[in-house]
């Protein structure tokens, strides 16, 4: 019997993969209700990743780690607490470009540090931990790759040749708040970037892996479009339950949807399931939860062949977001007694 099945007896590996906000609310739950002696592995999703004034910044990693470190400024969830902005304010006196983008003074810092160490030959995830020396996580947070994969949107342009351009993800989500149609997303370098090192260990050797409400496009897409980690998803023993980040057919919090419908994918709890497929008909889950409200949608997830349970989705605050980890947990366990098919 796997250490998931069998919780009282052993300490559990459980790896999850993860974008950034959302991956880390539910993260501060999951290791809320984790044993002690738990291992949790976190394969962050860095195609958000994008350079800018010379530095490297790693959204989805920092939000993971200053969140998990107690280091997030709590209301934008984002970058550090009691932040100063004079750095920015001064980049903008020079009218230096983008001026959409916030890096604030303490976060700079990071940045410093991060890209000197790329610079001295250091890769991402060596960077990654030293970062995480400090900041005291409570996870191992692995980049999914150390090459550069950065997620890149095609919007309609009247003035180009092709009536379309690329813009980077960054400037997609925070300069245009999402707010035009989504005509493709291109994960640029995705097709020669190499998992980093750990990362396929981390889901081979695990008792459970869990898909975070975190972007399925975004987030979740450019980490299992890493090559050789859908394969490994598809191999490993253990079993592999989401979240759905949609609750009544709008992302919660988010701005998820132009995304969704831009590649065809119905903003539903089920359209979401149904596009990472289940494990057992070449696809990736074992076992998806749905919001109390969504189900109707348990019907159509299940008739794919992936096992689907109601359960409050919403992490409204610590008790919420601990107990939908715990859901998460208990379903990964029930499907481990009966055995996962693969
Ligand atoms: P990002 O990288 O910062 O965009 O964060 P993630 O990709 O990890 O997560 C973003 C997603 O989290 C959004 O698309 C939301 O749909 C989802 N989300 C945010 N809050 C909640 C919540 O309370 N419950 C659920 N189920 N999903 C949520
Ligand atoms: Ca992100």
Do not use: C, I, S
């Given at each position: 019997m796997s250490a998931v099945a069998a919780r009282e007896n052993a300490a559990m590996r459980i790896c999850v993969l993860s974008g950034g906000v959302g991956g880390a609310r539910f993260l501060q739950g999951l290791l809320s209700v984790a044993a002690p002696e738990d291992e949790v592995t976190v394969i962050g999703n860095t195609a958000d990743d994008i350079w800018l004034f010379g530095l490297k910044v790693c959204p989805d990693l920092d939000t993971i780690m200053y969140t998990l470190g107690d280091g997030i400024d709590a209301e934008r969830r984002w970058g550090r607490s009691d932040e100063t902005w004079s750095a920015k304010a001064e980049l903008a006196e020079y009218g230096?470009?983008?001026?959409w983008f916030g890096l604030g003074d303490k976060d700079l810092a990071t940045h410093l540090v991060r890209t000197q160490m790329l610079q001295a030959g250091y890769t991402l995830s060596a960077v990654t931990r030293a970062l995480c020396a400090r900041w005291q996580p409570g996870v191992d947070l692995v980049p999914m790759s150390d090459d550069r994969v950065e997620t890149h949107i095609l919007i309609d342009d009247d003035d180009s040749d092709t009536g379309q351009r690329a813009i980077h993800f960054q400037e997609y989500w925070v300069?245009?708040?999402?707010?035009i149609p989504v005509r493709g997303v291109l994960v640029v370098g995705l097709e020669d970037a190499r998992p980093a090192p750990g990362v396929l260990d981390a889901i081979g050797a695990a008792d459970v892996v869990l898909l975070p409400p975190s972007n399925p496009i975004v987030s979740i897409g450019p980490i299992v479009g890493v090559p050789g980690v859908a394969a490994a998803l598809r191999a490993t023993a253990a079993p592999v339950v989401g979240v759905s980040p949609i609750i009544g057919g709008a992302a919660v919090r988010g701005m998820a949807d132009q995304l969704l419908l831009g590649l065809g994918v119905p903003v539903s709890a089920s359209g979401v399931a149904l596009h990472l497929g289940a494990r057992s008909r070449g696809g990736l889950l074992d076992g998806w939860l749905v919001d109390d409200q969504d189900t109707p949608a348990r019907d159509a997830v299940s008739a794919a062949g992936i096992h689907a349970r109601c359960v409050p989705l919403w992490m409204n605050d610590p008790t919420t977001t601990a107990a939908l980890a715990q859901d998460s947990l208990a379903l990964a366990a029930d499907l481990a007694a009966v055995g996962t098919p693969r």
């Open positions: 230096v470009e983008p001026t300069r245009l708040r999402a707010g």
